[in-house]
């Protein structure tokens, strides 16, 4: 496999472990514009344990994972107390708090970033994206899953209902803060180098996109939204410069209107967001959606009476 | 709890907000078995009772005791696994769940703890049978895998009874379950809510259908801007001068122009 295609799939495996990391408490009704942080925090932690003392991936990434679930865990008591917009400006803070301390911290290298030993080759984040897909499905069915969805549509009744709603939402918090320790160890030890420029705001808000444009409703939103999102730039790299040369031949260089080369990417993709926020608002794959594609149902159990 | 002692007993229970009294003083019981309708005028404050029963407000004075204890103070969340069941004015159901999940949240004070929270609910789950089951009782089961928003309004209706249900309660709690319900799917609830009383179960509806009231429920309690002025046979509940009052405003009039 080519380098190119190996980088690619390792940023798809990634990503969707990262996407399941912010739905999990996006499916609680939690928006978590903090991604980049927690993610920042199991890169980090994976890396400088790597960097620090030659400890084996395995050990480090479910270091990362560990932290980063402790910290989610810790921080989500004080943060889900607030909610809606404030919510989001509290995560959003966090993943600033996170940036600034790994900015003017020596260890872990501060703007030079750390190098990290103990490569992994693509199938590895391949695999975990597998079992974390898995994970999730598993989950979502789960009562545990039931009620993180009751509270998404509400929380008082969910209360009413005997639903311990905090706990719910610490637990749904934790876990996903611990997929994206995962998804920050994977990238750490993929790509052998990690400075905190990478873990920026923009990715924080990429990662809530993949989430909120694949569809919070069920655990195939974010593997649709986040593999459509990863690879459309990458498509959209050869086709674009394509087309321009296609353009080109037809009216020649002299044209009113720049043809589209490739650094448009962002400009389609950013247009696609807003048209998909106006037509599917819920999001690409909705619960509807899934009932309908079900081919095989269950069997009415046919109960007279 | 002996076999005197009230299911349910309010005693001089008063709420306010933001200092306009709701709730004065109002005390009543309600007897193990029992089919009670709370009735009165818009604003009488018949919701803002089930809100204090359920846990939603607490009382700023007064007690509410349930089966043999004072449960003024206990959280709503933990109200449902004694035995407090209600629905709701306005329909609130989750509209993201399916129709059989919402009737398993129901049953969420009934599987507790954290083991329960890890088990699938998939096809052969104890508990996705049982809710089926209800819902089969209550001529239901051609929906359970239908998503509650796209349901129409009667069947919805329904649904949030049989949720409560789920929860298998000592008191089911019904705010207004006729309300938007045709004739004849107001006569097929009678007969299924007198079903689940025979079955022991003990009904307190709000409702403003007095065909319902009078067909179903033994008693009645009236209020009146946040008073009780009957408490009584719902037979009798038509003759009594103050209710005649609060309905048909003979003396004030003016008060209840938009009752």
């Known amino acids: ?305 | 709890m002996s076999a005197h002692s009230p299911l349910l007993s309010l005693k001089d229970v008063s709420k306010g907000f933001f200092g306009l009294q709701v709730i004065t003083d109002v005390s009543f019981d309600i007897a193990a078995g029992a089919r009670m309708a709370l009735i009165g005028p818009n604003g009488a404050g018949k919701t803002t009772i089930f809100n204090l029963i359920s846990g939603v407000y607490t009382p700023d004075k007064g007690q509410i005791n349930f089966a043999g204890q004072e449960i003024s103070l206990v959280p709503s969340r933990k109200r449902i696994g004694l035995g407090l069941a209600r629905s709701f004015q306005n329909i609130r159901l989750m509209p993201h769940l399916s129709v059989v999940e919402n009737i398993m949240l129901g049953q969420q004070s009934q599987a507790g703890g954290l083991l329960s929270m890890a088990t699938p609910l998939m096809g052969r789950s104890r508990w996705r049978r049982e809710a089926e089951d209800l819902l089969a009782r209550m001529n239901l089961e051609t929906y359970p895998g239908e998503v509650v928003a796209t349901l129409p309004y009667g069947i919805r209706k329904k649904i949030e009874v049989v949720r409560a249900l789920a929860s298998n309660p000592k008191l089911l709690m019904l705010d207004e379950p006729a309300a938007g319900l045709n004739p004849n799917e107001t006569a097929s609830l009678r007969d299924f809510l007198m079903g689940i009383s025979e079955a022991g179960t003990t009904i307190l509806i709000v409702e403003h259908d007095m065909g319902l009231v009078r067909s179903l429920c033994d008693q009645a309690i009236v209020l009146n801007f946040g008073r009780k002025i009957y408490d009584g046979l719902t037979r009798d509940v038509q003759e009594d001068p103050l209710v005649l009052e609060a309905y048909l405003g003979s003396r004030h009039a003016q008060e209840n122009a938009h009752a």
Do not use: C
């Open chain 1, 1 to 305: 496999m080519s380098g190119y295609w190996a980088g690619i799939l390792s940023i798809l495996a990634i990503n969707i472990i990262f996407a399941y990391g912010i739905f999990i408490p996006v499916a609680s009704g939690q928006l978590n514009l903090g991604g980049a942080g927690f993610q920042a925090v199991g890169a980090y932690s994976a890396g400088w344990l790597s960097a620090s003392f030659g400890l084996p991936v395995s050990v480090t990434i479910a270091f990362g994972i560990i932290v980063t679930g402790v910290i989610g865990v810790l921080i989500a008591f004080p943060i889900l107390r607030t909610k809606g917009v404030y919510l989001v400006l509290a995560t959003f803070a966090f993943a600033e708090v996170i940036a600034g301390a790994i900015l003017s911290s020596e260890p872990l290298g501060g703007a030079m970033g750390i190098s990290v030993p103990g490569y992994i080759d693509w199938y590895v984040s391949v695999i975990f994206a597998g079992l974390v897909t898995v994970f999730v499905f598993y989950l979502m069915a789960t009562r545990f899953g039931l009620t993180i969805r009751a509270i998404h549509d509400d929380e008082d009744v969910s209360d009413l209902m005997g639903v311990s709603v905090r706990n719910v939402k610490v637990a749904a918090f934790g876990i996903g803060a611990a997929l994206t320790g995962l998804s920050g160890g994977l990238y750490a030890h993929s790509f052998s180098y990690i400075e905190i420029q990478g873990f920026n705001a923009l990715v924080s808000i990429y990662v809530l996109l993949y989430v909120l444009l694949g569809g919070t409703q069920t655990a195939w939103g974010p593997l649709v939204g986040a593999t459509f999102f990863t690879l459309l730039p990458e498509a959209l790299r050869s086709v674009l410069p394509a087309t321009k040369n296609f353009l080109v031949t037809l009216f020649g260089e002299t044209g009113i209107v720049a043809p589209p080369d490739e650094s448009w990417r962002f400009v389609i993709l950013g247009a696609l967001t807003v048209l998909m926020m106006v037509f599917r608002p819920e999001g690409l794959v909705t619960r509807t959606m899934v009932e309908r594609l079900q081919f095989w149902r269950p069997v009415s159990r046919g109960v007279t009476q």
